[in-house]
């Protein structure tokens, strides 16, 4: 029987009391035909419905098998687009189909092929038996998006792999595969061979047996766990107590309440907890998040119609900071990588913190040393740019790149060779005019801590080639990054992000915050370090702002010899390596002469004010760079906040968190602080047109 689905593709769910291989025909075989992932939408469910009652009440049927099609099982969450419970007429929520599942007196089997995620596990839970193959794979990924499973997840697991196995999954959201979860009892038969092939058996014997059904609401039979899943419980409440997130005590809750109460009790503590999260900020932000992730991997890994040039050779202008990250990267891709520098001092540096990086691999077992040797033997490293002579790209990686850098490594690179620039001071299109092919030379912004941050900023100016840009993109693709591309500008989305936090809390200290409470304040937003600590760590010559960007703290700092943690002295003071820094009288001094001089007094300052101002500059930030065309979305510069300023997903990235503000009071606090002085510009033309609308930055995604 055909159906329409809400996204206007026509599906089928058909009910086969006749397979291939099945010669009785007393087994129902019932597939969800939602490609690519089956997923339980409204319209599935209630087919799933109707042919479920079907086959119970057919005198011919004697069991159902459920399986998927095209090696998918089934997935979902039970949240539409807007956050609410997805509902058509005539659908059943999937709760409500879990229990007529699991209530049904024919035996029902789950064929369980590809994944049963989310929905799909609590789906795969109602049947009365679980047959996999190894590769299959089963988790409750809910947590993840800052929910917990709504349709009876919470309570079934507990009782069919026991408390502790269940709090691992759930507080997790990590699957497992087949086989693991035939070990724990998710699964009770492991298919070697053709998984469908296998349910059908295991229901037919199943009905022949008249064994009782195995209902795992019910199940009493992994609940002697005692005081290992109490200790267990009070580790998990102490860890979740002082996550910012609400999901994490609400889940321990009710697979506590899956223990102890009544299956009817413990689905109502997980229908309330459900619907409470799936209403808050922090599930919006990361189910957003979730969508936008999904769209820049798919974005990341389209190739153009333009063609890259051949990449074997990659050519490195130092290798300290964040150049010994990218020399790695190069190296574990695969290529060629030549790293140069100005001075032996220098190059030394860099090799050994490439070599030191690989040596904590051998230390952890990560790495052989044979395999780190023959990785190493295709590093060079030289002093001087003349060998660069070979290199398909060079990347500078900045963050200060000069004219005269861009024209000495013009004159030796090969024809069609292209020059990525990280330069965070001097825009790429400056930096082009140093060369004698201003269309081979690209912004390429990676960040710090690249394990963790996977972003590239592709920054073209409008000289920029088709094919340079293209062969720029394949090299991120190659480092596994995840791309995101901007209009030609002056600076990256990440630098007039960073720029702008940075004003806002300079401005908040100038009006009588201490610079620990900003940090303090900024950490707890969401950020891995605030601003001052931030600063601190790059190094303040490389955190001062742009030439024309306006006086700042920071520059005032340099002035005085502070330069962050690389001499122990910049906002805080360093007293030992390694350690979190201390508040400096001198740099308090300091603010308040620069306070003094601008005519104000030491306010107080709430917490709560400091977020809102940061957040609003970031986000006016962000606006200016959809105006000019730097940005082309506002989920990019989420993206960008998120995998390349580490900022944490559940803040839902910069132009999200003003959507949660409102954008009538994100535009008030940016006015406000640009007419108080702060380094910040007025709002952009964007603000006025959506609040006219009444819409929010989402609008702009599409």
Request: aromatic content about 4%; proline content about 4%; hydrophobic content about 45%.
């Amino acid at each position: 029987m055909a159906y329409t689905n809400p996204m206007g593709r026509a599906d089928t769910i058909e009910e086969k009391t006749s397979f291939a291989g099945d010669s009785s025909g007393d087994v129902a075989v019932v597939v969800i035909d939602n490609p690519p992932n089956g997923v339980l939408t409204p319209a599935v469910r209630a087919s799933l419905s109707r042919e479920l009652i079907a086959a119970g009440a057919s005198s011919d049927v004697r069991a159902v098998v459920i399986v998927g099609r095209d090696g998918a099982f089934a997935m979902g969450t039970g949240i539409d687009s807007g956050g609410a419970l997805a509902q058509v007429p005539d659908a059943p929520t999937l709760g409500d189909l879990c229990d007529a599942i699991e209530a049904m007196d024919k035996p029902v089997v789950a064929a369980i092929t590809g994944a049963a995620l989310g929905n799909g596990l609590e789906l795969a839970l109602a049947a009365h038996v679980r047959v996999a193959g190894p590769e299959a794979r089963l988790g409750a990924p809910e947590i993840t998006i800052g929910i917990v499973p709504g349709s009876g997840g919470t309570q079934r697991l507990p009782k069919v792999v026991g408390g502790l196995a269940a709090l691992r999954m759930l507080l997790s959201g990590r699957a497992v595969n087949g086989t693991s979860a035939h070990k724990l009892g998710l699964v009770d038969r492991l298919a070697e061979g053709d998984v469908l092939e296998a349910a059908i058996d295991e229901a037919r014997t199943r009905a022949e047996n008249g064994a009782p059904l195995a209902r795992s609401s019910q199940r009493r039979d992994r609940l002697g766990e005692g005081q290992a899943f109490l200790e267990a419980v009070a580790e998990h409440r102490r860890i979740a107590a002082v996550s910012p997130l609400d999901a994490p005590l609400r889940l321990i809750e009710c697979v506590e309440a899956a223990l102890l109460l009544p299956y009817e009790i413990g689905r109502g503590l997980e229908i309330a907890a459900f619907e409470d999260l799936v209403e808050s900020d922090h599930s919006r932000a990361l189910r957003h998040v979730f969508a936008a992730d999904r769209r820049l991997v798919a974005a990341s890994a389209v190739v153009g119609r333009t063609p890259s040039r051949a990449l074997g050779s990659i050519g490195l202008i130092g290798g300290k900071g964040i150049g010994s990250e990218i020399a790695v990267a190069c190296l574990d891709a695969g290529f060629s990588v030549t790293v140069a520098e100005r001075s032996d001092e220098a190059l030394e540096s860099g090799v050994m913190r490439i070599i030191e990086h690989y040596d904590a691999r051998v230390a952890a077992g990560k790495m052989k040393e044979d395999a780190v040797e023959a990785t190493l033997e295709r590093m060079n490293a030289v002093c001087g740019f003349r060998t660069l002579s070979d290199a398909d790209v060079v990347i500078d990686p900045g963050p200060s790149v000069s004219k005269a850098l861009i024209s000495e490594l013009d004159a030796v690179l090969k024809a069609g060779a292209v020059l990525a620039t990280g330069s965070e001071h001097v825009d790429v299109a400056t930096l082009a005019t140093a060369t004698r092919r201003p269309s081979e030379v690209v912004g390429f912004r990676l960040y710090p801590g690249m394990q963790r941050n996977r972003m590239a900023e592709v920054i073209p100016s409008a000289a920029s080639s088709p094919r340079a840009i293209a062969t720029v993109r394949a090299l991120a693709r190659k480092l596994d990054r995840l791309i995101v591309e901007t209009g030609p500008g002056p600076v990256g989305i990440g630098q007039r992000v960073a720029e702008a936090l940075h004003a806002a809390a300079d401005f908040c200290v100038e009006e009588g915050a201490r610079i620990s409470q900003v940090d303090a304040a900024l950490q707890d937003w969401g950020l891995p370090l605030g601003s001052f600590a931030w600063r601190d760590t790059e190094g303040l010559v490389r955190a001062k702002p742009r030439r024309g960007a306006g006086d700042d703290l920071t520059s005032g700092l340099v002035e005085a010899g502070r330069l962050g943690r690389v001499n122990g002295r910049g906002f805080y003071a360093y007293r030992q390596r390694g350690r979190k820094g201390v508040e400096d009288p001198d740099v308090t001094a300091f603010i308040d002469a620069v306070r003094k001089s601008k005519g104000k007094r030491a306010r107080t300052v709430s917490d709560g004010d400091i977020r809102l101002r940061c957040v609003a500059a970031m986000a006016g930030a962000g606006a200016q760079a959809l105006a000019d065309g730097t940005a082309r979305a506002p989920s990019d510069i989420d993206m960008v906040s998120i995998h390349g300023l580490g900022f944490a997903r559940r803040t839902g990235g910069v132009m999200f968190a003003a959507d949660l503000i409102g954008l009538e009071q994100v535009q008030k606090l940016v006015t406000g602080m640009a007419d108080a002085g702060a380094r910040v510009s007025l709002p952009s033309p964007i603000f006025k047109d959506l609040i006219r609308a009444g819409q929010s930055f989402a609008a702009l995604d599409g």
